[in-house]
T-cell receptor, first 114, second 108 residues
Framework: KAGVTQTPRYLIKTRGQQVTLSCSPI?????VSWYQQTPGQGLQFLFE???????NKGNFPGRFSGRQFSNSRSEMNVSTLELGDSALYLC?????????????FGQGTRLTVV | KNEVEQSPQNLTAQEGEFITINCSYS?????LHWLQQHPGGGIVSLFM???GKKKHGRLIATINIQEKHSSLHITASHPRDSAVYIC??????????FGKGTHLIIQP
């Protein structure tokens, strides 16, 4: 069974632009969570979607948004990019939502803002 | 706010050594995850624990809910175990909260 697929793997954008990242979960999984990883802050939770609804949101500005489609694929959007948004963005899928649910991570999208 | 502390931050050991990585957290949790991240970024989920002990091959994870502490052990370590090991706690809401990670290098 295919794993979690994130596209693109690498991306270079200019300050002020916007970017959309995609995450295709494991077939049958309905929960998708997004995380940002930077050298300074480590891994931080962005948001979680379950059945097309945002369930939880981390402490990030409104420039970070997401959505989930009926096939459980999720997209994350960052508008008005800043240099500090350069990071590895990871998504994880789970069959269900909440605790005690194993998460399967994708390979990540490495975003560089110049 | 839940803090997750991992120790050590960096660990270099010789092949075959027994490795222990520790994780402490400050509030009650629903579950704790141990993750492995190799260079290049991909993360693999090793264990999810809410009590007791789990074993998978040469890896063992334990958790003590009362002491708010978990350990990840690697027996007969091998250079391919070299990676960053990350502890993450699940409060049941607000996603996972992560430790800073332990950079493990196993030398042949």
């Amino acid at each position: 069974k295919a794993g979690v697929t994130q596209t693109p793997r690498y991306l270079i954008k200019t300050r002020g632009q916007q970017v959309t990242l995609s995450c295709s979960p494991i077939s049958g999984h309905r929960s998708v969570s997004w995380y940002q990883q930077t050298p300074g802050q480590g891994l931080q939770f962005l948001f979680e979607y379950f059945s097309e609804t945002q369930r939880n949101k981390g402490n990030f500005p409104g420039r970070f948004s997401g959505r989930q489609f009926s096939n459980s694929r999720s997209e994350m959007n960052v508008s008005t990019l800043e240099l500090g948004d350069s990071a590895l963005y990871l998504c994880a899928s789970s069959f269900w939502t909440g605790a005690h649910t194993e998460a399967f991570f994708g390979q990540g999208t490495r975003l560089t803002v110049v | 706010k839940n803090e997750v502390e991992q120790s050590p931050q960096n660990l270099t050991a010789q092949e075959g050594e027994f490795i222990t990585i520790n994780c402490s957290y400050s509030v009650g949790i629903s579950a704790l995850h141990w993750l492995q991240q190799h260079p290049g970024g991909g993360i693999v989920s090793l264990f999810m624990l809410s009590s007791g002990k789990k074993k998978h091959g040469r890896l063992i994870a334990t958790i003590n809910i009362q002491e708010k502490h978990s350990s990840l052990h690697i027996t007969a370590s091998h250079p391919r175990d070299s990676a960053v090991y990350i502890c993450a706690v699940d409060l049941g809401a607000d996603g996972l909260t992560f430790g800073k990670g332990t950079h493990l290098i196993i030398q042949p």
